[in-house]
């Protein structure tokens, strides 16, 4: 029975907690939405780095990779905190 009233009704701390987990989760969505826009503006410089850059190299490229894995990783972990966090009846 004690699991159960505390389940429904949670105490400060834990309301506290799940609040800050929410707002960490909703910056990181945000800074993945500004990296993403951020990306995709760049992304048309992409074509003039690809046919102008000698050989094998395009620092370029490898730059947006490593923002599309950025924004891969704060985007789950944005939506995994702010969908896990306990909801306050």
Same mark, same amino acid.
């Given at each position: 029975?004690?699991?159960? !009233?505390? =389940?429904?009704?949670? !105490? /400060? %701390? &834990?309301?506290?907690? /799940?609040?800050?987990?929410?707002? #960490?989760?909703?910056?990181? #969505? =945000?800074? *993945?939405?500004?990296? *993403?826009?951020?990306?995709?503006?760049?992304?048309? $410089?992409?074509?003039? %780095? &690809?046919?102008? *850059?000698? %050989?094998?190299?395009?620092? #370029? !490229?490898?730059?947006? !990779? =490593?923002? =599309?894995?950025?924004i891969l990783a704060l985007?789950?972990?944005? $939506?995994? &905190?702010?969908?896990?966090?306990?909801? *306050? %009846?």
């Amino acid at each position: 029975m004690h699991e159960i !009233s505390e =389940v429904r009704r949670p !105490s /400060a %701390d &834990l309301l506290t907690t /799940a609040g800050l987990r929410r707002d #960490l989760g909703r910056t990181l #969505l =945000v800074l *993945a939405a500004q990296l *993403a826009f951020i990306t995709a503006v760049l992304a048309g $410089w992409l074509g003039k %780095d &690809l046919a102008y *850059a000698p %050989d094998g190299a395009q620092p #370029l !490229s490898y730059d947006l !990779s =490593v923002a =599309v894995c950025f924004i891969l990783a704060l985007g789950i972990a944005g $939506w995994f &905190l702010l969908r896990n966090a306990p909801q *306050a %009846d």
